[in-house]
């Protein structure tokens, strides 16, 4: 079906896929998570904060891949449809040269992880995590580039497909690996287990969006060799405007992770309910960073093809989207805290369930405030990035981040004010953002 240019039926008819291929990458952390939770305490405070750590070291790289999606989407608004090959392929190129520093840049996260002074249990599950998380990054790039070759193309049922299937197999996995079924040996298991099955399952979309680029009229047309030839050029245009895009998202992920490791120290009770918040979080804010996909792309494409200002009314349109969707999550958090909280509920725990649900309510009220302005924030970023804007982002999240954020944190934390503070400060941050 054909949409208005610019209108919200434009975005939406690109986000719908995205929100189904986003949902499912969500669903595999959501499924860690809660399988963890089963599992030990240790294993659910170590997870989330070690993930995020990891993924903080990679983003200075798969976000600089992950800018080829830009190039794609101009390219194809462009009509110059060898490009959108070439952009792609040059972001495959990136994410696969960059494994020997991710394996370089493990003993620095395990440096990191040992300043903060966790008991030898905990110090042991977070750098388990940390390091099968750093082997596994060149996967994270890989579906970023074969992701956005589609994506920019507006051609969504590819990476749909390839996310469900991984996705699926990340839930088997997860409960084999992680509770030793099917004969997996217990130094496998637990935390370590859940680290091997999302290795595993980001490989498989990996492979399916590869042999269906492969299988494209044009790619084949072109020959291998043509279509996977380093090109010094595409090569420089893309770290010249990803590399800011890269630096932002490290920069910012970089405050994130700080502020996880800080919380990990608090009592096990607020630790927990800050990981529980945070994984429904996770799982809720997918579809809004679909749209805030969505609205990129569709901007990309028109900027491409010279309509600046539908470019800019896509934007519009794309925020609309986004709060009228997190309008209605913020009603669910603030209407079924217990239930939702309840899911995650550890096994042999220190506390009981109203403890938790009691910090919990209040973490979600707090989730479901911040959620309209960071509705806000992901879309405006999203429109700017597919315009190539990428330098005012880095440097607008780099002052408010590390001038504003982390400050008073920092101070939070000095004087034991609590995880509700540290949340509540966070609220405030995002809306200044």
Known sequence: ??????????????????????????????????????????????????????????????????????????????????????????????????????????????????????????????KVYFRWMMLGGVFVGLNYALGGYFTGQSRLKPNVIAQVIGCTANIILDYIFIFGKCGIPEHLT????????TIIASMIPCGIQFVWMLTDKLVRELGFREVFKFRPQAFRSLLKFGAPSGIQMFLDHACFSLFLLLIAKLPEVEAVANNVAFSLN?????????????????????????????????????????????????IVFISFPRPLIGLFMP????????????????LMLIMAIWGVFDTANIIFIGSLKGVGDTKFVMVWLLLCAWLFWMPGELIIFKYNLGIVWCWAWMAVYIAVL
Request: aromatic residues 10%; glycine residues 10%; charged residues 10%.
């Open 347 to 362: 096994n042999n725990c220190g506390f009981t369930l109203e403890e938790l649900v009691g910090i919990g309510r209040q």
């Open 190 to 197: 637990g935390i370590r287990g859940a680290a091997i099955a």
């Open 1 to 126: 079906k054909e949409h208005k240019p610019g209108s919200v039926g434009e975005v939406l008819a690109i986000a719908l896929p995205l929100i189904i291929n986003g949902s499912a990458i969500t669903i595999m952390q959501f499924s860690d998570r809660l399988f963890l939770s089963k599992h030990s305490t240790v294993a659910i405070n170590a997870a989330m904060p070690s993930a995020v750590l990891s993924f903080t070291l990679l983003s200075i790289i798969t976000f600089v891949v992950a800018y080829s999606n830009t190039f794609v989407a101009q390219n194809f608004g462009a009509g110059r449809k060898e490009n959108c090959i070439y952009s792609a392929v040059q972001g495959m190129w990136l994410a696969v040269c960059a494994l020997p520093i991710y394996l370089l840049m493990i003993p620095l996260g395990e440096y990191i992880i040992t300043l903060f002074g966790y008991g030898p249990e905990l110090m042991k599950a977070f």
């Open 282 to 330: 996770n799982l809720a804010f997918s579809p809004l960073l679909s749209f805030g996909h969505a609205t990129s792309i569709v901007v990309a494409q028109h900027k491409g093809a010279g309509n600046d200002k539908i470019a800019k009314k896509t934007g519009w349109s794309g925020l609309r989207l986004g709060l009228i969707y997190m309008t209605i999550m913020a």
